[in-house]
């Protein structure tokens, strides 16, 4: 990898070649008749696994299939948020476990994700959430996730442009900041794993869309695609919302429900606010890009649907909560808006996990919130595919605890609304 | 958005309903007689389809009635509309 490292060096280099001939970040292979692991979905999680699979696991003859072009799917459609903040241990050593790999993925991949702790703050507008974010307070910090409450004064302190006033229909009555917590460029993620996988001989086939999965008996033997057959033994499904087309091309039915969840940005203006504020209770999102567009983030609608777009009504309650909050932006105007498929689980917890067919295995259900969880999920489903069991850090992400009743409830508990 | 014509009321905006999931799950004659796995079933497995979908509605914000509704999950168009205890129309 050393050989095409990108560095001041190479920038200067090409400079004087006018940046014509940098050489592809990926390949753009046809499918070979057979892999040892085949990734179906090209996004982040998707090309992560790829990564870690063949980094940590050294196995090299791997394909990710993707539908469509990679990173264009829930990687280039949410809002960025990362954190750890999560109640549940099970949750907290996932989210984390990602987390610590973001703080050093930029130099690990030779590539500027653009990860920039700006510390998320989630605020308090009733009694109920005052408890249950101190609650959370001292959940996190028994896990060792940095977490501090913070009154309405700290609350205004720390962001200013937000209304504090006793008399809005909301009012704050305090908030919880993890410090570590921030963003990342998604495009960055998905283009910075896909160039380091390739590197290492991972197959990176774009617009091949997977249309059946043959199985022989209790195995798996290999996926029909738009391109072909192509064999393999091994088998991981990372398609977000469309995991349950996947699961049922093999004979499989998940707890899952795939819904609309919609974001938007504003035009660009100059840096108004540097951190990142969620609020639970009216559902609203807002962060600013490095381009100075404010990045607003929507709740799903309740319906099933795949049609990547969303009822206005849900993007109207969002920016109803945003312009009491913040005054200030009442005369911003909307850019963009643009809906994503999640795919979440009844207890808004992923699925990380082996199935009763042997070499299929799903990461799915990340829901709302997968994007965070990129560099983990990646990590952990490597694990599990490479070694036929799951880490310990997703062993409570199995698909039978459907069936056990040992569910990860987090809703209501991660922070946001689902 | 998309308009659901509300077997009692008509057509309204989709705003004033609220969804219910999938349709025609039967809720088991002996609870006490399941095993794990068919509660799981029974309660958490979806078909979750990307096509045509049966599916349960609840006029919330008008007269507050149940009905079943035939969806194309892949553009919202709606197919049919039909009441509680009445059979899902085939075609």
Known sequence: MTKNKYSLFSLIKHAFSYHENWEKAWKDPEPKKE???IIIGGGGHGLATAYYLAKKHDIKNIAVVEKGWIGGGNTGRNTTIIRSNYLWDASAGLYDHALKIWEGLSQELNYNVMFSQRGVMNLAHNLQDVRDLKRRTHANRLNGIDAIYLNT???KKFCPIINTSPDIRYPVLGGTLQRRAGTARHDA???GYARCADKMGVDIIQNCEVKGIKRNGDSVEGIETTKGFIKTKKIGVVAAGHSSVI?????LKLPLESKPLQALVSEPVKPIIDTVVMSNAVHAYVSQSDKGELVIGAGTDDYVSYSQKGSHDIVEGTLNAILELYPIFSRMKMLRQWGGIVDICPDASPIISKTSIKGLYFNCGWGTGGFKATPGSGDLFAHTIANDEPHKLNAAFNINRFVSGDLVD????????? | MFIINCPYCGKREQ????AGGEAHIVRPKQPTELSDDQWAEYLFMRKNIKGIQFERWVHTHGCRKWFNVVRDTSNDVIKAVYKMGEKPPTK
Do not use: D, I, R
């Not at chain 1, 699961?247 to 004979?251: S, V, Y």
């Not at chain 1, 809703?411 to 609304?417: N, R």
């Not at chain 2, 705003?15 to 609220?18: G, R, W």
């Open chain 1, 153 to 155: 004064e700290q609350v």
């Open chain 1, 35 to 37: 892999y040892e692991v």
């Open chain 1, 189 to 191: 993620v998905a283009w």
């Open chain 2, 15 to 18: 705003s004033e309903f609220k």
């Open chain 1, 247 to 251: 699961a049922n091309m093999a004979g």
């Open chain 1, 410 to 418: 987090e809703h209501g508990a991660a922070a946001v609304a689902h």
